[in-house]
């Protein structure tokens, strides 16, 4: 599945749950965060207080969403945060990296011509005009040469 987070800090984008997980989803993540910070003291206890902090939030975190009034006053305060929270994002034909990447950069491109960005292309496949091209191919200039 394709996923976007663009960094929102919002409680789904923490427990890494998309907007509209059930209460039993939420209670997962939030279960799999807390064994996860919990190894990390064991592994690192200087951190200790950082992550005491951590865990902490995403217990409130949690018992926000959990609880249905809670969650609907939550999502009414922050309904501009749902913009920015883990999302599914079409189909499941999103499963590599590089389709995630060519997906990323087709409608990032997109909308930075629309605003007037010019852009460099990738690579010579997304090229359309090579009268700019100075690179020297022997191969080509004998058969264009030859024409």
């Given at each position: 599945?394709?996923?976007?987070?663009?960094?929102?800090?919002?409680?789904?984008?923490?427990?890494?749950?998309?907007?509209?997980?059930?209460?039993?989803e939420i209670r997962?993540?939030?279960?799999?965060?807390?064994?996860?910070?919990?190894?990390?003291?064991?592994?690192?206890?200087?951190?200790?207080?950082?992550?005491?902090?951590?865990?902490?939030?995403?217990?409130?975190?949690?018992?926000?969403?959990?609880?249905?009034?809670?969650?609907?006053?939550?999502?009414?305060?922050?309904?501009?945060?749902?913009?920015?929270?883990?999302?599914?994002?079409?189909?499941?034909?999103?499963?590599?990296?590089?389709?995630?990447?060519?997906?990323?950069?087709?409608?990032?491109?997109?909308?930075?011509?629309?605003?007037?960005?010019?852009?460099?292309?990738?690579?010579?496949?997304?090229?359309?005009?090579?009268?700019?091209?100075?690179?020297?191919?022997?191969?080509?200039?004998?058969?264009?040469?030859?024409?």
């Amino acid at each position: 599945m394709f996923m976007i987070d663009l960094g929102g800090d919002s409680h789904y984008s923490r427990l890494g749950v998309e907007p509209d997980a059930t209460a039993e989803e939420i209670r997962q993540a939030r279960d799999r965060l807390i064994r996860e910070l919990k190894e990390q003291v064991r592994r690192e206890p200087g951190r200790k207080a950082e992550l005491t902090e951590r865990q902490q939030r995403i217990n409130g975190d949690a018992d926000v969403l959990v609880r249905p009034a809670k969650r609907a006053q939550y999502d009414q305060e922050h309904e501009h945060l749902r913009f920015f929270t883990i999302r599914s994002a079409a189909a499941p034909m999103f499963t590599s990296a590089p389709d995630r990447i060519d997906v990323l950069h087709r409608v990032l491109s997109a909308h930075l011509r629309a605003a007037g960005v010019h852009l460099r292309p990738l690579s010579d496949v997304d090229r359309h005009d090579f009268d700019a091209d100075i690179t020297p191919n022997t191969l080509l200039d004998e058969l264009i040469g030859q024409r």
